[in-house]
Each structure stands twice: as C-alpha cells, then as structure tokens.
C-alpha cells in the first residue's frame, strides 16, 4: 500500500491553529473524521493522546509522525497538517515540529502503520522533500509532492 493511497485534499491543513500538540492531533483528527474512515473520532483521540504520552513522536527535523492503532479508526488513512508557528512535540532535537502527519490504522491491521512510518520516513529523509511539503501553497501540491510528481 502507497501511502497517498491513504490520504486526499480533505486530510490535508494547509494552516494548523493549536498551540499545543494535542490540538494540532485534535485537528487532524477532525479532518481525518470528515471523510469518514473513523468509528468513533473521541476514541481513535484518546488512543492517539494516549500512543503521545508513551514517548514522543517528535522524530527531529521538524517533523511529528503521532499515529495509533485503534478501535475508532474504519480506515487505514493519513492526515497531514503544515504549522507555520511550530508546535513543541518534546522532540529528541528540541526543535519546533512544523510538518505533521497522523497516522489512523485500524486495531486488527496488523504491523499496517509501520509500513506507512517506513515509508514517510524514507521519503521525509530528504531535505528537499521536506522544504517543498512546508513551502507548498495548495493542497493539490501536497498530493503531487507525496505522489513524487512535483517539479523543482
């Protein structure tokens, strides 16, 4: 599985407005419930909150990857949220996280959210996808760029 194959314009925020990593998650988690690949939105939050309590998933470069295997999620599905402030994640590098990615999988899908962490992580390696994810102006360039389809 591709991981745009889990994510559309609907779970994409160009422009997070919490101040704290609970209510960017909280946001993401809304869009992700908008397009209806959630059971029950209050618990696939309370598993997410509970996964980020556990230890951070602030990986370093400005990056978050919160995720969870839950009983609310019905879809496999990806959100992704650009903050242009920066949210304190408690990452190993102290940096403020800028990009985020939520990850929902349902509880019985096995090892299905590792796959899609390897994959973003090798993709979020790169300096230059990174920059083009946080200077992207639309949500169809962010599809582009996670697709691999985008110029310069």
Same mark, same amino acid.
């Given at each position: 599985? &591709?991981?745009?194959?889990?994510?559309?314009?609907?779970?994409?925020?160009?422009?997070?407005? *919490?101040?704290? %990593?609970?209510?960017? +998650?909280?946001?993401?988690?809304?869009?992700?419930?908008?397009?209806?690949? $959630?059971?029950?939105?209050?618990?696939?939050?309370?598993?997410?909150?509970?996964?980020? *309590?556990? +230890?951070?998933?602030?990986?370093?470069?400005?990056?978050?990857?919160?995720?969870?295997?839950? %009983?609310?999620?019905?879809?496999?599905?990806?959100?992704?949220?650009?903050?242009? %402030?920066?949210?304190?994640?408690?990452?190993? &590098?102290?940096?403020?996280?800028?990009? +985020?990615?939520?990850?929902?999988?349902?509880?019985?899908?096995?090892?299905?959210?590792? %796959?899609?962490?390897?994959?973003?992580?090798?993709? $979020?390696?790169?300096?230059?996808?990174?920059?083009? $994810?946080?200077?992207?102006?639309?949500?169809?360039? +962010?599809?582009?760029? $996670?697709?691999?389809?985008?110029?310069?």
């Amino acid at each position: 599985m &591709d991981i745009t194959e889990l994510i559309n314009k609907e779970q994409i925020c160009m422009e997070l407005h *919490g101040d704290t %990593k609970e209510e960017v +998650i909280c946001e993401l988690v809304d869009a992700i419930d908008k397009s209806n690949n $959630l059971h029950d939105k209050n618990i696939y939050l309370s598993d997410v909150i509970k996964r980020e *309590g556990e +230890i951070s998933t602030g990986i370093g470069n400005e990056i978050a990857i919160p995720h969870g295997k839950s %009983k609310g999620v019905k879809n496999a599905s990806l959100a992704f949220g650009v903050s242009k %402030k920066g949210i304190d994640f408690k990452s190993f &590098d102290e940096k403020l996280v800028h990009l +985020i990615f939520l990850i929902a999988v349902p509880e019985d899908s096995n090892n299905l959210h590792l %796959k899609v962490l390897s994959q973003l992580s090798r993709k $979020l390696m790169h300096p230059e996808f990174r920059h083009k $994810l946080k200077n992207a102006n639309t949500k169809e360039e +962010i599809l582009l760029i $996670l697709n691999g389809e985008s110029e310069g």
